[in-house]
């Protein structure tokens, strides 16, 4: 049997280790147009400058020996449900030289985890003149235009112009709120290595634009507001019940008439599936993901399936679906490897569905703080969490998607060899 898994993010990566453990490259293959995997949700750090994507990433080919699944470089273009099977696109060097040519793969199950992109929801001026974390050259992209940003500004302060830098985050969710605080933190660092002229909280102008009446709107009342308190704390402008109506190359313009400058912008105002998932023939919602049921199964598509970002997987029988977090994405993806696996060994699959299990949610705040809620499953409860205690809650969650594709003793060396390296680098990758 044939187990073909579309995108690497934390669901699909996790799915495909486990399975190749099992079952090995035979019968199990990973598909992703990127190199490396880095965990979506540090890339605000990424961005920041306080996490090397160098360091921080693990190669596919590597993970794909080590776990005996095989990987195929190359996005996928389109799908061959009579044939069953997929389209990988072309490879070409920086030279237009062929590398790995488009291909073909056969499959006896397909896996589609393809994850997320941002949706600028038809805003004047998103798409060209802002910056959303979708993956790591994004990141890396704000990383470099925010350090070319501060040494404009630092020769402008030397010269005996204050004109400074002026951020804008579009979105108060986790994304824009971790990136404010992350980015808040980073600016302290930067002047104390080489921007010593700037001050991080003056001239460096961070300003966060909701439109919901607060920040983290999803997430219980006293966490928006313990999340608010930190920034507010760290020099962070909120503007809450506030629409932006357009985006300009140095601005961006509100409902309310007013026009906030912008040097660089930030869209973290909401996500959307691919544009892939459109073409493939399958049954989408509204928001244009693919419906699968609690089986993560398409319905009338036999041997597909759906999960994370990309799927509107039912989370009960109040017709809301699964929220797009990664703990969804690793749930998913335990629930479809002992699904897969049985068919696999010649086994019933079972009746069993998957059910979304809500552990609460953590925010970070730079490296010393984190805001957020655990779900008690005895009593059903909600646990306000802060602080130190918070923070490591929040570390562990990466720390455990590292042990599902790494195992737990290359996790601990792993986190080991971190801690020892952050004692011999800047505290920001400042190249």
Not at 101 to 110: F, I, K, N, V, W
Request: some cysteine; aromatic content about 6%; hydrophobic content about 40%.
């Amino acid at each position: 049997m044939r187990i073909v898994i579309v995108g690497g993010g934390a669901g699909g990566l996790e799915l495909a280790c486990k399975l190749g453990r099992k079952l090995g490259s035979d019968q199990v293959t990973l598909v992703d147009n990127k190199l490396f995997h880095i965990w979506k949700p540090s890339l605000h750090e990424v961005a920041a400058g306080t996490l090397d994507i160098h360091q921080e990433g693990l190669s596919y080919e590597m993970l794909a020996h080590d776990n005996g699944f095989e990987f195929e470089f190359g996005p996928m273009l389109a799908l061959d449900e009579a044939r069953r099977c997929i389209t990988v696109g072309e490879f070409l060097g920086d030279d237009g030289e062929l590398i790995l040519p488009r291909r073909e793969l056969g499959y006896d199950h397909l896996v589609i985890a393809l994850g997320s992109t941002a949706n600028h929801f038809g805003v004047p001026g998103a798409a060209e003149h802002s910056i959303s974390l979708n993956g790591p050259a994004d990141a890396e992209r704000f990383r470099l235009r925010m350090l070319k940003l501060l040494t404009r500004a630092e020769l402008q302060k030397q010269a005996g112009e204050t004109r400074g830098v002026d951020i804008v985050i579009i979105g108060g969710g986790a994304t824009g709120v971790e990136l404010a605080a992350e980015l808040r933190e980073a600016g302290a660092v930067h002047a104390r290595y080489g921007f010593r002229r700037l001050d991080p909280n003056l001239d460096v102008r961070i300003t966060l634009i909701e439109g919901s009446p607060r920040i983290l709107e999803p997430l219980p009342e006293k966490v928006s507001a313990a999340a608010a308190r930190l920034l507010r704390e760290r020099h962070v402008s909120l503007r809450t019940s506030c629409r932006v109506v357009a985006i300009t190359p140095d601005a961006v313009e509100t409902s309310d008439g007013r026009s906030q400058p912008a040097d660089i912008v930030v869209w973290a105002a909401g996500i959307q599936p691919p544009a892939l998932v459109k073409t493939l023939g399958l049954p989408l919602s509204r928001g244009n993901q693919i419906v699968v049921n609690t089986r993560l199964e398409v319905e009338g598509h036999a041997g597909l399936y759906a999960l994370g970002d990309c799927a509107a997987c039912p989370a009960g029988s109040d017709g809301k679906l699964v929220p797009p977090r990664a703990q969804a994405a690793h749930q998913q993806a335990d629930y479809l490897y002992e699904r897969l696996l049985r068919l696999a060994r010649g086994e019933a699959p079972g009746a069993s569905t998957y059910r979304y299990q809500d552990h609460g949610s953590l925010v970070s705040l730079g490296t010393s703080t984190s805001v957020g809620n655990l779900m008690g499953n005895l009593f059903k409860a909600s646990w306000f969490v802060e602080g130190l205690f918070a923070r490591t809650m929040y570390v562990s969650l990466h720390l455990m998607h590292h042990r599902a594709v790494l195992g737990v003793m290359r996790t601990g060396v792993l986190a080991v060899a971190r801690f020892l390296v952050k004692r011999a680098r800047p505290l920001v990758k400042l190249h």
